[in-house]
């Protein structure tokens, strides 16, 4: 028999005995309290947990009006009906109205069951209609993996606190966190594992920042902190025992210790400031300030800051960059290097140089935005682009000797950061999948500087690379004449000598012994050399003179876009 918890608004005993052994019949055993005023109505609201609420139509100065009003207070899904011994038919249906799921007469009783029945099914469904309205509500405000709120509603709340500072003159704080080592963790241990740690810290994050500031998940392991009614002061002491919670806290996985570090920048929200995204773009660019200055700390942004102005820029050409990649606006030109040997000269042989046009339809040469692109880990995505770009200028231009062996080569420059994506070698081999080119066309340029650097990875690369047929070389050879001995090690097959050396071989004796040297040992060890920064005849005479194969500068061609001949 199920136990109905009924609070009954009733001043008649005799009508709730009536009442309470219809329910008996009807198979219900009631959990019963009668009440019959309001004050009693509002301890009974205040004491228990009902599944019903039936009420008398009228109870001596008091009506099922007032009744039905004060448990919609409580609870707004609690199912009432009314019970009387005489109602017209206008006053039930503004009783309706007014929030009672039913009417019955005292002398009909026996419709009350299936009433209950009834008016506890449906309010069951709208308490799970509502929940679900809940969560759906807190997911759309709230980060799902750490239960603070999302950037969504922090850039929502940020808004807000401009709206203040411009209204009244408030000033609040935007602190933007990036954890350090998190990487390492995820990669190492796995997503479950990151997923894990930063649970872990949101917690910690919890107990470091005011009741009622608003900390915020921005995505990845990146967080927001908006601190408002703050002064600069108070925010660096916040900020300041942030990284000290972070640094004495130590993340187990798998009985493994890790420590995690934290860069943020920190600035201000006065009345100065225009709009979110200048906010948010100044803690950005003083968050990477941080970092850049050994990481575990944070960095206040001030607008005079020199090292902050820099980064501006560069945020600006990460700002065009992106842009560039998502709508194709790059432009891909091309240089001829040319063969010396009269053996070699039946074949074509050129470099695939990028540029980035400019507001005014001038080039921008890669020297002004590859900087920014390296520091803020857009090499790959650019790398990617060039790829793509050049294999399908060459399917179409060699369309009708698709699976021919081609004698041209055509030189791709490569950045570190390529090489060190795990999935960038399973890329190039796609795109030789889908344009279906030979590979033996293709020669991937790599600077010493980063085959030296990340010596292990590359090697790795090259020998991948070589075994589908592509070609190596090793470009600006030369920067550090220790270097020679890495050679052993990295499989090339060109040689680009550093065109600081070759520019000025016509007059400088120290050069020219360089050139000479890089070119005997590159020889020594099988590969073919090409002078960069070939500018003049004479240039080309020395270097023709000193046995090197191959010539590539404005003096042998100014870069063409890739469509001219």
Known sequence: MSVLRLLLIEDSEDDALLLERELERGGYKTDLRRVDGERALEEALSDGDWDMVITDHNLPGFSSEQAMNMVKEVDIDIPVIIVSGSIGEDVAVAAMKTGAQDYIMKGNLHRLVPAIERELREA?????????QETIHHMAYHDALTGLSNRHEFENRVKHALHTAEVDNNTHVLIYLDLDQFKIINDTCGHQAGDELLRQLSVLLKDAVRE????????G???GILLENCTIKRAEFIANKILQMINDF??????????????MGVVAIDSHNKSISEVLKNADIACYVAKDRGRNRFHLYRADDNELALRHGEMEWVARIQTALHDDLFVL???CISPILKSQVDRTYCEFLIRLPGKNDELILPGAFLPAAERYNLMPAIDRWVIKTVFAFLARKFGNQSGKENKNQYFINLSGASLSDEDFFSYIKKQFTVFDIDPGMICFEITETVAITNLQETVGFIKEIRAIGCKIALDDFGAGLSSFSYL???PADYLKIDGNFVRDITHDKMDRAIVESINQIAKVAGLQTIAEFVEDEAILEVIKDIGVDFAQGYGIQVPVPIEED
Do not use: M, Y
């Open 488 to 490: 052993k090690a990295i």
């Open 212 to 219: 009622g500031d608003c900390l915020s998940r921005l995505g």
């Open 221 to 223: 392991d990146e967080f």
């Open 333 to 335: 030109h091309k240089q």
């Open 250 to 263: 130590h993340f187990i996985w798998e009985n493994k210790a890790f420590t995690v570090g934290a860069s």
């Open 124 to 132: 069951e469904n709208r308490k799970v209609s509502r929940r679900a």
